[in-house]
């Protein structure tokens, strides 16, 4: 079973997120803030790291660059969520560390798309 870390502090949208990915059999552990999220990065091996970029205590980014310091899930993908969506800001964002984009919003199916894709990369 992939394991994804799922970091949004929206709750509606973590749990529309999390209810379509456990639906196909992901497991999926969470964080509402940056922290949180640094932290079980820094401690759990994941698959895929979803990443919410404006984030309570750490921005996305703040997150990214720390966990592609650690050695742990220093290969492991990672998605920025986000509603910035300018090209500045989506080049920041992949300068920063992650290997996908996806601006907000979007449809948890096509979520479910890009997380199938990215994951059977790996395999």
């Given at each position: ?71 742990m899930n220093k290969d492991t993908k990672i998605m920025m ?14 300068e920063a560390g992650a290997d996908y984009f996806l601006s ?15 994951l059977a990369e790996d395999e």
């Amino acid at each position: 079973m992939k394991k994804i870390l799922l970091a949004e502090d929206e709750d509606v949208l973590r749990m529309l997120i999390m209810d379509t990915l456990e639906d196909e059999g992901y497991e999926i552990q969470e964080a509402s803030d940056g922290e949180e999220a640094e932290s079980l990065a820094l401690s759990t091996k994941f698959d895929l790291i979803l990443l919410d970029y404006m984030m309570p205590v750490k921005t996305g980014l703040e997150v990214i660059k720390t966990i592609r310091t650690k050695e742990m899930n220093k290969d492991t993908k990672i998605m920025m969520l986000t509603a910035k969506s300018q090209k500045s800001d989506e080049k920041t964002i992949l300068e920063a560390g992650a290997d996908y984009f996806l601006s907000k919003p979007f449809s948890p199916m096509l979520l479910l798309d890009k997380v199938e894709e990215i994951l059977a990369e790996d395999e």
